[in-house]
């Protein structure tokens, strides 16, 4: 697992998100304990979600139908 620098957001079901712009990267980190690694993701959908009202609700409407993923943990 990279080493990606990650930051707590406001959320009922996301704990904290990491971006590695050099491999276009978002790591998520949910609640549960669950990681996953979105690939693909630029450096403007990267900041349009941490500053989105709802982290959760972005990353469901434009994160994840988008771009492939791999569980991390």
């Given at each position: 697992m990279s080493n990606i620098e990650m930051q707590s957001v406001s959320s009922s079901n996301v704990d904290?998100?990491?971006y590695d712009a050099?491999?276009?990267?978002?790591?998520?980190?949910f609640h549960g304990g669950g990681v996953y690694d979105y690939i693909?993701?630029?450096?403007?959908?990267f900041d349009?979600?941490?500053s989105s009202p709802s982290v959760g609700q972005y990353l469901n409407m434009?994160?994840?139908?988008?771009?492939?993923?791999?569980?991390?943990v």
């Open positions: 904290s998100v990491g050099d491999n276009l990267t978002l790591r998520v980190q693909g993701v630029s450096q403007a959908q349009a979600l941490v434009v994160i994840k139908p988008q771009f492939e993923y791999v569980q991390v």
